[in-house]
């Protein structure tokens, strides 16, 4: 059978991590679950913004799904610039196919695919 005190020690224990836990500096043991309580409204706050920002960053993607390409002409061959505001597995390999394809050269690329995926190349004359 556990003792008063033995309850009374878990007790205090499971507060003392409580309160580590939220950061607190309280010393009682109310004061630690106010802030605790204060300490999970923040936390519920900062889910609720979170899931806001996911939510407009869904649906700013879905206003642009596709990449923008650009190509220019250049003196002796071609400039290509690809963007996208979501990077897409797959992407990089489709773009360098097509390039293939057209029996493209490229001299110089970059690219880019943390959270947007950009591409720049730079080719010569046709083979």
Not at 7 to 21: D, F, G
Not at 73 to 96: C, D, R
């Amino acid at each position: 059978m556990v003792s008063r005190e033995q309850k009374r020690a878990a007790l205090h224990e499971k507060l003392q991590l409580l309160r580590s836990v939220t950061n607190s500096h309280a010393l009682d043991d109310t004061s630690i679950v106010i802030d605790a309580s204060r300490y999970i409204e923040n936390l519920k706050e900062k889910v609720e913004r979170l899931n806001e920002e996911i939510a407009s960053a869904e649906s700013s993607s879905v206003h642009n799904p596709l990449p923008m390409v650009t190509v220019e002409t250049l003196e002796k061959g071609f400039l290509i610039n690809v963007f996208s505001a979501k990077s897409s597995q797959g992407m990089l390999v489709s773009i360098l196919e097509a390039i293939e394809e057209m029996r493209l050269t490229v001299l110089e690329a970059r690219a880019s695919c943390t959270d947007t995926f950009r591409f720049q190349a730079v080719g010569g004359e046709v083979i």
